[in-house]
């Protein structure tokens, strides 16, 4: 994969930062990929290649890319520190061994700001992101340098339309004005290297957000990404510890915030701050979003979050989902994947001290069947799981696995 061409245009409403990518070992068309913001913020840009060998990385891994070349200066602690996420997605999922390997010149140069370094946030209206933001107004002061000054909300990742797009963008210029921190709205085809879905929760989540802080390196100085899983339910993806803050560069810090808060911590927090609870946004389906209710309250992500709010004892959450009816018919009926049910587990309690013992069975019910712990042999395997820490399972696979010669 080659990076040609960088340069910054400007006109009187937008300024984009875009490059060319030309893929040299698989079929992928050449693309261009951009950045773009207001005209207000085009200083914002950094007119470095930084941004773009972030987003290229573990695309280039996956398609099985021997090299990232390009015809820039690079940070030289990007340059580093991208190496150490090139062997720890090698290492996890067992890809592109050898490819992907970066080949530019250490910059010489630091990369000079139009203002000085700011605090921002990636605002997505979603739980992890609201904690962060309401986690460091609790913990930093005024003025502090990691103090938020400005929030990133970014088009063309999750949201590809341009009138739900405007339906979020009023909801979190409200947040951000009831916080006090200036909305940064920017939009990149970053997905255009790999628009796989499975790709994005794998191995672009982070990389992608990172990308885009590394494009506004005139303006930020580190940048927070709100954590989807706390400690004890890390697990390797695209979003993690080892992840973002190995995209750090010289001029733009990554940060990681909210792996000792669990979920339900989260949303206790968020909850307790209405402009944060009044915009909330957690639903994945554009399509349904309408002005000042952007959740469908039908979705799995949505049901489960009006039974985080129930548990947390959140007040007036109703009136932001357009169905927001809970039932155990409803809660069984969800497909609850291995990712989510760490979540569903920590309710089971709260639902029931909050006088919803219907939901907690419900709930219990949910786990039992997507773990595969219901019957005899369920009941095996939930013994093994929460008393002897899952060494039958381990031992099974031991015994059933192939010989090696």
């Given at each position: ?185 920017v939009s990149s085809n970053v997905r255009a290297l790999n628009p796989d879905w499975t790709f994005w929760y794998t191995a672009y989540m982070g990389p992608a957000l990172c990308a885009v802080a590394h494009a ?21 993806h695209g979003s993690h510890p080892l992840v973002e803050p190995n995209f750090s560069s010289h001029a733009v810090r ?152």
């Amino acid at each position: 994969m080659r990076i040609e061409h960088l340069r910054l245009d400007r006109n009187r409403r937008t300024a984009r930062l875009a490059a060319q990518f030309i893929w040299e070992d698989c079929a992928h068309p050449p693309c261009e990929l951009y950045f773009e913001t207001d005209a207000e913020f085009g200083d914002a840009l950094s007119e470095t290649a930084d941004a773009f060998v972030a987003a290229s990385l573990t695309p280039a891994l996956w398609a099985g890319e021997r090299r990232i070349a390009v015809d820039e200066e690079v940070c030289p602690d990007l340059l580093e520190n991208l190496e150490i996420v090139r062997r720890l997605f090698q290492h996890w999922f067992n890809v592109g061994s050898g490819a992907a390997r970066i080949e530019a010149a250490p910059r010489r140069r630091a990369v000079q700001r139009a203002t000085p370094g700011r605090a921002a946030f990636f605002l997505s209206g979603g739980i992890d992101s609201l904690a962060a933001l309401l986690a460091n107004r609790s913990r930093v002061a005024a003025g502090h340098p990691l103090s938020i000054t400005d929030a990133i909300l970014v088009y063309g990742l999750e949201i590809e339309h341009d009138q739900p797009f405007g339906y979020v963008r009023d909801a979190m210029a409200s947040i951000a004005n009831e916080a006090g921190v200036t909305l940064i709205p920017v939009s990149s085809n970053v997905r255009a290297l790999n628009p796989d879905w499975t790709f994005w929760y794998t191995a672009y989540m982070g990389p992608a957000l990172c990308a885009v802080a590394h494009a506004l390196g005139a303006r930020i100085a580190n940048a927070t990404i709100g954590a989807d899983y706390d400690v004890p339910n890390l697990a390797p993806h695209g979003s993690h510890p080892l992840v973002e803050p190995n995209f750090s560069s010289h001029a733009v810090r990554m940060r990681y915030h909210g792996l000792t808060m669990s979920r339900l911590d989260k949303v206790r927090l968020v909850a307790s701050w209405p402009p944060g609870l009044a915009h909330l946004r957690v639903c994945n389906r554009p399509e349904i979003y309408e002005p000042g209710r952007l959740n469908c309250g039908e979705c799995e992500k949505c049901v489960r979050t009006m039974l985080e709010l129930l548990a947390a004892g959140a007040r007036g959450w109703e009136r932001i989902f357009l169905q927001h009816e809970l039932s155990s018919e409803r809660i069984e009926r969800l497909y609850a994947p291995r990712k989510v049910q760490p979540f569903y587990a920590e309710l089971i309690g709260p639902l029931a001290d909050a006088g919803r013992p219907d939901l907690s069975a419900a709930v219990s019910r949910l786990l039992a069947s997507a773990r595969g712990e219901t019957g005899l042999t369920g009941r095996l395997r939930k013994f093994d799981r929460e008393r002897l820490n899952g060494s039958l399972v381990s031992l099974k696979r031991a015994l059933t696995a192939s010989p090696v010669n």
